[in-house]
């Protein structure tokens, strides 16, 4: 790959780089020190926080469940490995564009039911049971646009979050 190809694939996958969290109502704190999860361990030498263009690395490879995936847009920051560390001195240029249920997540991104749907066989949204066929199809939500859940039912925003726990504390997370 010529390095002019790579540089603008860097431009176009910076420019949504995601959170996960465990509140709905996530804001960035400017006086945050996050940890250091390399091999070095302890905090982070300055206030900030760390994004990631894939979330699932999060999940999968570090039992990351969280229930909301935080979207961001015009994040600036260095890259480490599969990670950006934004310094709370650029939170003024970046945005939260939507926060979206881990599931819905999975949906828009890969158009397949997501991690919890297929745990629990039932749907993310309504709770609603996915036949046997339609867990099997794996084009089901190809074109699917995940919604922003800030302002949704605060009922369905608990039982949800308490099924990504649920699931989480299955897989082996650090929840």
Same mark, same amino acid.
């Given at each position: 790959?010529?390095?002019?190809?790579?540089?603008?694939?860097?431009? #176009?996958?910076?420019?949504?780089?995601?959170?996960?969290?465990?509140?709905?109502?996530?804001?960035?704190?400017?006086?945050?020190?996050?940890?250091?999860?390399?091999?070095?361990?302890?905090?982070?030498?300055?206030?900030?926080?760390?994004?990631?263009?894939?979330?699932?690395?999060?999940?999968?490879?570090?039992?990351?469940?969280?229930?909301?995936?935080?979207?961001?847009?015009?994040?600036?920051?260095? $890259?480490?490995?599969?990670?950006?560390?934004?310094?709370?001195?650029?939170?003024?240029?970046?945005?939260? $564009?939507?926060?979206?249920?881990?599931?819905?997540?999975?949906?828009?991104?890969?158009?397949?039911?997501?991690?919890?749907?297929?745990?629990?066989?039932?749907?993310?949204?309504?709770?609603?049971? #996915?036949?046997?066929?339609?867990?099997?199809?794996?084009?089901?939500?190809?074109?699917?646009?995940?919604?922003?859940?800030?302002?949704?039912?605060?009922?369905?925003?608990?039982?949800?979050?308490?099924?990504?726990?649920?699931?989480?504390?299955?897989?082996?997370? #650090?929840?």
């Amino acid at each position: 790959m010529s390095t002019h190809l790579l540089e603008a694939w860097r431009v #176009i996958a910076a420019n949504k780089l995601y959170h996960l969290a465990d509140d709905v109502n996530f804001t960035l704190d400017p006086t945050f020190y996050p940890e250091n999860n390399t091999t070095l361990g302890g905090d982070w030498p300055e206030p900030g926080i760390f994004l990631t263009a894939s979330p699932e690395h999060w999940l999968n490879g570090y039992g990351y469940w969280r229930p909301w995936v935080v979207e961001f847009e015009g994040a600036e920051g260095k $890259s480490y490995g599969r990670e950006v560390f934004v310094p709370a001195s650029n939170f003024s240029r970046m945005r939260i $564009s939507r926060v979206m249920a881990l599931d819905a997540y999975a949906r828009e991104e890969y158009g397949e039911w997501g991690w919890t749907e297929e745990y629990f066989e039932t749907t993310y949204d309504t709770f609603e049971p #996915i036949s046997p066929e339609s867990l099997l199809d794996h084009s089901t939500w190809a074109g699917f646009r995940a919604p922003d859940v800030r302002n949704s039912d605060f009922g369905w925003r608990s039982k949800y979050a308490q099924r990504v726990k649920e699931f989480g504390a299955q897989r082996g997370s #650090i929840f």
